[in-house]
Protein backbone atom coordinates (compact mmCIF):
# COMPACT_ATOMS: atom_id res chain seq x y z
CA UNK A 1 0.00 0.00 0.00
CA UNK A 2 1.55 3.17 -0.85
CA UNK A 3 1.21 6.05 1.48
CA UNK A 4 0.92 9.88 1.38
CA UNK A 5 3.61 11.91 0.95
CA UNK A 6 3.93 14.94 3.00
CA UNK A 7 6.56 17.78 3.26
CA UNK A 8 8.23 17.39 6.36
CA UNK A 9 8.22 19.87 8.75
CA UNK A 10 11.37 22.32 8.56
CA UNK A 11 12.30 21.53 12.60
CA UNK A 12 12.23 17.77 11.23
CA UNK A 13 15.35 18.00 8.99
CA UNK A 14 16.78 21.37 9.63
CA UNK A 15 16.38 22.15 13.38
CA UNK A 16 18.63 19.84 15.83
CA UNK A 17 18.10 21.57 18.97
CA UNK A 18 17.25 18.78 21.65
CA UNK A 19 13.79 18.35 23.10
CA UNK A 20 15.02 18.82 26.31
CA UNK A 21 16.51 22.60 25.15
CA UNK A 22 13.44 23.31 23.48
CA UNK A 23 11.04 22.57 26.19
CA UNK A 24 12.90 24.90 28.28
CA UNK A 25 13.56 27.31 25.95
CA UNK A 26 9.49 27.76 25.87
CA UNK A 27 8.96 27.53 29.52
CA UNK A 28 11.97 30.35 30.18
CA UNK A 29 11.55 32.12 27.00
CA UNK A 30 15.30 33.29 27.39
CA UNK A 31 16.64 33.32 24.28
CA UNK A 32 20.71 33.67 25.52
CA UNK A 33 20.73 31.37 27.90
CA UNK A 34 18.96 28.75 26.12
CA UNK A 35 21.25 29.65 23.20
CA UNK A 36 24.17 28.88 25.56
CA UNK A 37 22.83 25.79 27.25
CA UNK A 38 22.57 24.23 24.01
CA UNK A 39 25.72 25.39 21.83
CA UNK A 40 27.63 24.23 24.90
CA UNK A 41 25.93 20.68 24.70
CA UNK A 42 26.96 20.98 20.88
CA UNK A 43 30.14 21.62 22.06
CA UNK A 44 30.77 18.65 24.55
CA UNK A 45 29.64 16.24 21.81
CA UNK A 46 31.85 17.87 19.37
CA UNK A 47 34.90 19.67 20.67
CA UNK A 48 35.96 20.13 17.63
CA UNK A 49 33.41 22.58 17.80
CA UNK A 50 34.83 24.18 20.78
CA UNK A 51 38.26 24.60 18.78
CA UNK A 52 37.49 26.52 16.11
CA UNK A 53 38.68 30.25 16.90
CA UNK A 54 35.88 32.58 14.95
CA UNK A 55 34.88 36.18 15.78
CA UNK A 56 37.56 37.87 15.92
CA UNK A 57 39.57 34.95 17.10
CA UNK A 58 37.44 33.95 20.12
CA UNK A 59 37.69 30.08 21.26
CA UNK A 60 34.68 28.08 21.53
CA UNK A 61 30.97 28.33 21.14
CA UNK A 62 29.88 30.15 24.19
CA UNK A 63 32.59 32.46 24.21
CA UNK A 64 31.72 33.41 20.27
CA UNK A 65 28.35 34.62 21.65
CA UNK A 66 30.03 36.92 24.35
CA UNK A 67 31.85 38.32 21.49
CA UNK A 68 29.20 38.55 19.25
CA UNK A 69 26.72 40.68 21.81
CA UNK A 70 30.20 42.96 22.63
CA UNK A 71 31.53 42.98 19.51
CA UNK A 72 28.49 43.25 17.01
CA UNK A 73 30.82 40.84 15.22
CA UNK A 74 33.72 42.77 13.78
CA UNK A 75 36.26 40.51 13.25
CA UNK A 76 38.53 42.55 11.29
CA UNK A 77 41.53 41.22 13.16
CA UNK A 78 40.52 37.54 12.96
CA UNK A 79 39.72 37.56 9.30
CA UNK A 80 43.55 38.99 9.25
CA UNK A 81 44.35 35.82 11.17
CA UNK A 82 42.54 33.72 9.16
CA UNK A 83 44.00 34.85 5.99
CA UNK A 84 41.84 37.06 4.08
CA UNK A 85 43.17 39.82 2.06
CA UNK A 86 43.17 43.28 3.07
CA UNK A 87 40.03 45.56 2.39
CA UNK A 88 39.04 46.06 -0.98
CA UNK A 89 36.48 48.60 -2.35
CA UNK A 90 36.07 47.78 -5.78
CA UNK A 91 34.80 44.07 -5.30
CA UNK A 92 32.75 43.17 -7.89
CA UNK A 93 30.20 42.27 -4.86
CA UNK A 94 29.03 45.05 -5.06
CA UNK A 95 29.16 46.25 -9.15
CA UNK A 96 25.85 46.40 -10.53
CA UNK A 97 24.29 43.39 -11.95
CA UNK A 98 21.12 42.17 -14.33
CA UNK A 99 18.45 39.54 -13.72
CA UNK A 100 16.83 40.12 -17.49
CA UNK A 101 15.80 43.01 -17.62
CA UNK A 102 16.19 44.20 -14.40
CA UNK A 103 19.37 45.93 -13.12
CA UNK A 104 20.31 45.48 -9.15
CA UNK A 105 22.64 48.16 -7.70
CA UNK A 106 24.51 44.80 -5.86
CA UNK A 107 25.09 41.39 -6.05
CA UNK A 108 23.49 40.77 -2.71
CA UNK A 109 20.16 40.01 -2.50
CA UNK A 110 17.87 39.20 0.79
CA UNK A 111 16.79 36.05 -0.01
CA UNK A 112 13.38 34.20 0.59
CA UNK A 113 12.29 32.93 4.33
CA UNK A 114 9.61 31.70 6.61
CA UNK A 115 8.23 35.39 7.84
CA UNK A 116 4.99 34.57 9.74
CA UNK A 117 3.91 38.16 8.97
CA UNK A 118 1.05 37.85 6.70
CA UNK A 119 -2.65 37.90 8.40
CA UNK A 120 -5.92 37.28 7.11
CA UNK A 121 -7.39 34.47 5.26
CA UNK A 122 -5.88 36.00 1.88
CA UNK A 123 -3.00 36.16 3.95
CA UNK A 124 -1.70 39.86 3.02
CA UNK A 125 1.70 41.19 4.31
CA UNK A 126 1.02 43.26 7.96
CA UNK A 127 2.07 46.53 8.67
CA UNK A 128 5.08 44.74 10.20
CA UNK A 129 6.47 42.54 7.50
CA UNK A 130 6.30 45.68 5.35
CA UNK A 131 8.41 47.73 7.70
CA UNK A 132 10.93 44.95 7.67
CA UNK A 133 11.23 44.26 4.01
CA UNK A 134 11.86 48.05 4.26
CA UNK A 135 14.70 47.73 6.65
CA UNK A 136 15.78 45.01 4.55
CA UNK A 137 16.22 47.31 1.81
CA UNK A 138 18.23 49.59 4.07
CA UNK A 139 20.55 47.55 5.17
CA UNK A 140 22.01 48.37 1.58
CA UNK A 141 21.19 44.80 -0.50
CA UNK A 142 20.28 45.40 -4.15
CA UNK A 143 17.32 43.14 -3.79
CA UNK A 144 14.24 41.64 -1.23
CA UNK A 145 12.71 38.54 -1.75
CA UNK A 146 9.81 37.98 0.02
CA UNK A 147 8.84 35.02 2.03
CA UNK A 148 6.37 32.60 -0.07
CA UNK A 149 3.16 33.59 -1.51
CA UNK A 150 0.86 31.10 -1.89
CA UNK A 151 -1.07 31.68 -6.08
CA UNK A 152 -4.32 30.55 -4.72
CA UNK A 153 -6.68 30.91 -1.70
CA UNK A 154 -7.00 27.41 -0.68
CA UNK A 155 -3.89 26.40 -0.90
CA UNK A 156 -2.49 28.92 2.35
CA UNK A 157 -2.33 26.53 5.42
CA UNK A 158 -1.04 29.19 8.10
CA UNK A 159 0.18 32.64 8.30
CA UNK A 160 3.42 31.23 7.76
CA UNK A 161 3.04 31.76 4.14
CA UNK A 162 0.88 34.96 2.20
CA UNK A 163 -1.04 35.18 -0.25
CA UNK A 164 -2.05 36.88 -3.17
CA UNK A 165 -4.94 35.55 -5.70
CA UNK A 166 -7.41 38.84 -5.27
CA UNK A 167 -7.04 42.26 -6.71
CA UNK A 168 -8.24 43.91 -3.45
CA UNK A 169 -4.64 43.21 -2.04
CA UNK A 170 -3.21 45.28 -4.68
CA UNK A 171 -2.78 48.41 -2.49
CA UNK A 172 -0.95 46.45 0.34
CA UNK A 173 1.71 45.13 -1.82
CA UNK A 174 1.81 48.38 -3.89
CA UNK A 175 2.66 50.06 -0.16
CA UNK A 176 5.03 47.48 0.61
CA UNK A 177 6.84 47.62 -3.56
CA UNK A 178 6.60 51.52 -2.21
CA UNK A 179 8.48 51.28 1.16
CA UNK A 180 11.24 48.96 -0.40
CA UNK A 181 12.18 51.15 -3.75
CA UNK A 182 12.12 54.73 -1.15
CA UNK A 183 14.68 52.55 1.02
CA UNK A 184 16.73 51.78 -2.63
CA UNK A 185 16.29 48.25 -3.28
CA UNK A 186 14.01 46.23 -6.06
CA UNK A 187 11.79 44.02 -4.64
CA UNK A 188 11.23 40.43 -5.96
CA UNK A 189 8.13 38.10 -4.65
CA UNK A 190 8.64 34.12 -4.20
CA UNK A 191 5.35 32.76 -5.31
CA UNK A 192 4.29 29.15 -4.70
CA UNK A 193 1.84 26.35 -4.68
CA UNK A 194 2.32 25.13 -1.03
CA UNK A 195 0.48 21.25 -1.39
CA UNK A 196 -0.35 20.66 1.82
CA UNK A 197 -4.15 20.71 1.22
CA UNK A 198 -5.36 17.26 1.46
CA UNK A 199 -7.20 17.84 -2.51
CA UNK A 200 -3.43 19.90 -3.53
CA UNK A 201 -0.88 17.14 -2.91
CA UNK A 202 1.10 15.53 -5.46
CA UNK A 203 -0.92 12.22 -5.67
CA UNK A 204 -4.47 14.22 -5.20
CA UNK A 205 -4.49 17.47 -6.74
CA UNK A 206 -6.68 17.18 -10.11
CA UNK A 207 -6.01 18.00 -13.65
CA UNK A 208 -8.31 20.96 -13.30
CA UNK A 209 -7.01 22.19 -10.12
CA UNK A 210 -3.49 21.74 -12.05
CA UNK A 211 -4.78 24.29 -14.61
CA UNK A 212 -5.95 26.81 -11.78
CA UNK A 213 -2.87 26.80 -10.03
CA UNK A 214 -1.06 27.29 -13.37
CA UNK A 215 -3.28 29.87 -13.80
CA UNK A 216 -3.08 31.25 -10.78
CA UNK A 217 0.76 31.68 -11.00
CA UNK A 218 0.04 33.86 -13.84
CA UNK A 219 -2.84 35.48 -12.65
CA UNK A 220 -0.95 36.31 -9.16
CA UNK A 221 2.20 37.90 -11.31
CA UNK A 222 -0.06 40.28 -13.16
CA UNK A 223 -1.36 41.76 -9.93
CA UNK A 224 2.20 41.84 -8.32
CA UNK A 225 3.87 43.46 -11.24
CA UNK A 226 0.72 46.02 -11.18
CA UNK A 227 1.29 46.57 -7.88
CA UNK A 228 4.93 48.16 -8.50
CA UNK A 229 6.61 44.57 -8.08
CA UNK A 230 10.30 44.21 -9.79
CA UNK A 231 10.46 40.68 -10.40
CA UNK A 232 8.94 36.90 -9.21
CA UNK A 233 10.85 33.90 -7.97
CA UNK A 234 8.48 30.47 -8.62
CA UNK A 235 9.51 28.14 -5.91
CA UNK A 236 10.16 25.09 -7.07
CA UNK A 237 12.15 24.19 -4.44
CA UNK A 238 12.11 22.30 -0.73
CA UNK A 239 9.52 19.81 -1.09
CA UNK A 240 6.71 21.90 -1.73
CA UNK A 241 4.19 20.56 -4.47
CA UNK A 242 5.90 21.67 -7.89
CA UNK A 243 9.23 20.21 -6.57
CA UNK A 244 7.11 17.23 -5.12
CA UNK A 245 5.74 16.58 -9.29
CA UNK A 246 9.70 16.71 -10.05
CA UNK A 247 10.99 14.32 -7.66
CA UNK A 248 11.11 11.27 -9.12
CA UNK A 249 10.59 8.79 -5.72
CA UNK A 250 7.57 11.22 -4.74
CA UNK A 251 5.51 11.56 -7.47
CA UNK A 252 4.43 8.29 -8.78
CA UNK A 253 1.65 9.54 -10.92
CA UNK A 254 0.38 7.72 -13.94
CA UNK A 255 -1.03 10.33 -16.15
CA UNK A 256 0.61 13.29 -18.02
CA UNK A 257 2.27 14.39 -15.16
CA UNK A 258 4.30 11.32 -13.66
CA UNK A 259 6.77 9.14 -14.67
CA UNK A 260 9.39 10.10 -17.06
CA UNK A 261 11.64 13.71 -16.64
CA UNK A 262 9.57 15.40 -19.63
CA UNK A 263 5.97 14.44 -17.80
CA UNK A 264 7.57 15.31 -13.98
CA UNK A 265 8.56 18.43 -14.81
CA UNK A 266 5.51 19.42 -16.98
CA UNK A 267 4.03 21.27 -14.71
CA UNK A 268 6.25 23.56 -13.79
CA UNK A 269 6.91 24.06 -17.27
CA UNK A 270 3.20 24.82 -17.92
CA UNK A 271 3.35 27.55 -15.31
CA UNK A 272 6.70 29.20 -17.10
CA UNK A 273 4.88 29.48 -20.24
CA UNK A 274 1.40 30.64 -18.92
CA UNK A 275 3.38 33.18 -17.06
CA UNK A 276 5.17 34.49 -19.47
CA UNK A 277 2.32 34.92 -21.84
CA UNK A 278 0.92 36.69 -19.27
CA UNK A 279 3.38 39.30 -18.45
CA UNK A 280 5.22 39.56 -21.81
CA UNK A 281 8.83 39.12 -22.24
CA UNK A 282 10.27 42.31 -20.33
CA UNK A 283 9.04 41.49 -16.72
CA UNK A 284 11.97 39.74 -15.00
CA UNK A 285 10.83 35.92 -13.69
CA UNK A 286 13.26 33.61 -11.65
CA UNK A 287 13.14 30.08 -10.29
CA UNK A 288 14.19 28.50 -7.05
CA UNK A 289 15.17 24.55 -7.59
CA UNK A 290 16.60 22.14 -5.94
CA UNK A 291 20.63 21.60 -7.20
CA UNK A 292 20.65 18.36 -5.51
CA UNK A 293 18.10 16.70 -3.21
CA UNK A 294 19.97 16.43 -0.65
CA UNK A 295 18.15 13.51 1.16
CA UNK A 296 18.59 9.95 2.04
CA UNK A 297 17.57 8.69 -0.88
CA UNK A 298 18.77 9.13 -4.43
CA UNK A 299 17.62 11.91 -6.28
CA UNK A 300 17.25 13.65 -9.38
CA UNK A 301 20.89 12.62 -11.82
CA UNK A 302 22.50 15.46 -13.23
CA UNK A 303 21.66 15.34 -16.43
CA UNK A 304 17.59 15.27 -14.91
CA UNK A 305 18.84 18.36 -13.10
CA UNK A 306 20.46 20.04 -16.50
CA UNK A 307 17.25 18.90 -18.64
CA UNK A 308 15.22 20.86 -15.65
CA UNK A 309 16.80 23.93 -15.67
CA UNK A 310 17.30 24.40 -19.23
CA UNK A 311 13.32 23.80 -20.03
CA UNK A 312 13.42 26.52 -17.30
CA UNK A 313 15.45 29.15 -19.17
CA UNK A 314 13.96 28.17 -22.43
CA UNK A 315 10.26 29.14 -21.40
CA UNK A 316 11.76 32.15 -20.34
CA UNK A 317 13.29 32.42 -16.85
CA UNK A 318 15.60 34.52 -16.56
CA UNK A 319 17.52 33.37 -14.02
CA UNK A 320 17.78 30.20 -11.52
CA UNK A 321 18.09 30.18 -7.78
CA UNK A 322 20.37 27.21 -6.95
CA UNK A 323 18.99 25.79 -3.19
CA UNK A 324 18.46 22.10 -1.96
CA UNK A 325 16.05 19.78 -0.06
CA UNK A 326 16.77 18.57 2.90
CA UNK A 327 19.50 21.03 3.96
CA UNK A 328 18.41 24.48 3.26
CA UNK A 329 19.62 26.09 6.42
CA UNK A 330 22.81 23.98 7.87
CA UNK A 331 23.68 24.18 11.52
CA UNK A 332 26.90 25.97 12.55
CA UNK A 333 28.52 27.29 9.80
CA UNK A 334 32.05 28.77 11.85
CA UNK A 335 34.65 28.63 9.13
CA UNK A 336 35.66 29.12 5.12
CA UNK A 337 34.38 25.30 4.83
CA UNK A 338 31.07 25.37 6.18
CA UNK A 339 30.16 27.96 3.79
CA UNK A 340 28.28 28.56 -0.09
CA UNK A 341 27.24 24.51 0.71
CA UNK A 342 25.20 25.04 -2.93
CA UNK A 343 27.99 26.67 -4.71
CA UNK A 344 28.94 22.55 -6.12
CA UNK A 345 25.77 22.20 -7.46
CA UNK A 346 25.83 25.59 -9.09
CA UNK A 347 28.90 24.60 -10.73
CA UNK A 348 27.39 21.14 -11.92
CA UNK A 349 24.43 23.02 -13.38
CA UNK A 350 26.76 25.84 -15.28
CA UNK A 351 28.85 23.11 -17.12
CA UNK A 352 25.92 22.45 -19.16
CA UNK A 353 24.05 24.79 -19.18
CA UNK A 354 24.39 28.46 -19.76
CA UNK A 355 21.58 29.94 -17.95
CA UNK A 356 22.14 33.10 -15.36
CA UNK A 357 22.28 31.98 -11.43
CA UNK A 358 21.95 32.88 -7.74
CA UNK A 359 23.60 31.13 -5.37
CA UNK A 360 22.00 30.50 -1.84
CA UNK A 361 23.24 28.68 1.12
CA UNK A 362 25.65 29.71 3.96
CA UNK A 363 26.24 32.86 1.83
CA UNK A 364 28.71 34.59 4.73
CA UNK A 365 31.63 36.31 3.25
CA UNK A 366 32.72 38.76 0.41
CA UNK A 367 35.65 37.20 -0.36
CA UNK A 368 33.94 33.58 -1.09
CA UNK A 369 31.83 35.60 -2.62
CA UNK A 370 34.66 36.67 -5.09
CA UNK A 371 35.87 33.45 -5.27
CA UNK A 372 32.23 31.59 -6.37
CA UNK A 373 32.20 34.09 -9.20
CA UNK A 374 35.77 33.58 -10.35
CA UNK A 375 34.68 29.63 -10.67
CA UNK A 376 30.84 30.13 -12.36
CA UNK A 377 30.85 33.07 -14.36
CA UNK A 378 27.04 32.03 -14.45
CA UNK A 379 26.40 33.85 -11.39
CA UNK A 380 24.63 37.00 -11.50
CA UNK A 381 23.57 37.12 -7.07
CA UNK A 382 24.20 35.77 -3.68
CA UNK A 383 21.20 35.58 -1.50
CA UNK A 384 21.33 35.97 2.41
CA UNK A 385 18.31 34.63 4.93
CA UNK A 386 19.30 34.27 8.20
CA UNK A 387 22.10 36.47 7.54
CA UNK A 388 20.42 39.62 6.88
CA UNK A 389 17.80 38.34 9.47
CA UNK A 390 20.17 38.73 12.15
CA UNK A 391 21.92 42.20 10.72
CA UNK A 392 19.89 43.74 8.05
CA UNK A 393 22.67 46.06 7.73
CA UNK A 394 25.24 43.86 6.51
CA UNK A 395 25.89 44.75 2.92
CA UNK A 396 26.29 48.57 4.34
CA UNK A 397 28.87 47.28 6.49
CA UNK A 398 30.85 44.99 4.14
CA UNK A 399 30.76 48.43 1.51
CA UNK A 400 32.87 49.71 4.56
CA UNK A 401 34.85 46.66 5.32
CA UNK A 402 35.30 43.90 3.30
CA UNK A 403 36.72 41.86 6.23
CA UNK A 404 33.57 42.30 8.85
CA UNK A 405 32.65 38.75 9.82
CA UNK A 406 28.80 38.49 10.33
CA UNK A 407 26.86 37.46 13.59
CA UNK A 408 25.10 35.01 12.58
CA UNK A 409 26.81 31.57 13.33
CA UNK A 410 23.62 29.92 11.66
CA UNK A 411 22.48 28.59 15.24
CA UNK A 412 18.66 27.91 13.81
CA UNK A 413 17.33 29.64 16.65
CA UNK A 414 15.28 31.80 14.31
CA UNK A 415 14.03 28.29 13.71
CA UNK A 416 13.56 27.24 16.95
CA UNK A 417 11.58 30.39 17.02
CA UNK A 418 9.44 29.60 14.44
CA UNK A 419 8.45 25.99 15.81
CA UNK A 420 7.75 27.62 19.44
CA UNK A 421 6.03 30.74 18.83
CA UNK A 422 5.32 30.34 15.25
CA UNK A 423 7.34 33.46 14.73
CA UNK A 424 10.66 34.12 13.27
CA UNK A 425 13.49 36.41 14.71
CA UNK A 426 17.39 36.12 15.81
CA UNK A 427 18.65 35.57 19.03
CA UNK A 428 20.70 38.57 18.95
CA UNK A 429 18.29 40.71 17.65
CA UNK A 430 14.85 40.13 19.13
CA UNK A 431 13.58 43.82 18.59
CA UNK A 432 12.81 42.81 15.06
CA UNK A 433 10.01 39.96 16.14
Given at each position: ?59 GVAGALGAMSVLGGCATAGAAAAGWPPHRADSPIFQPTRIGSLELKNKMIRAAMAEFRFTGELGSPT ?121 HFINTRTDEYGGSAENRARFAFEVVEATRRAVGR ?152
Amino acid sequence: MRLAWKRPRLHLFIFKIPDRIKRAYARENNFRKTLEVFCMEEGKKNKAITRRAFIGGTVGVAGALGAMSVLGGCATAGAAAAGWPPHRADSPIFQPTRIGSLELKNKMIRAAMAEFRFTGELGSPTPALIQMWGDDAAGGVGMVMTGGISVLKDDIPETFFGGFSDPSQIPLYREAADTVHRNGAKLCAQIMMVGERPHLMVDTISREDIQRAVNGFAQTTVMLRDAGFDAINFHFAHGYLVARFWSHFINTRTDEYGGSAENRARFAFEVVEATRRAVGRDFPITAKINGNEHTIRPGSSQEETNFYVQGLADRGVDAVEVSGAGGAARLDILSKEDQNYFSRDARMIARSVNVPLMLTGGIRNVMLMEEALRHNNNIVAFGMARTILAEPELPNIWQGNTNYNPRCIACNFCLAELVAHRRVVCVLDQNRA
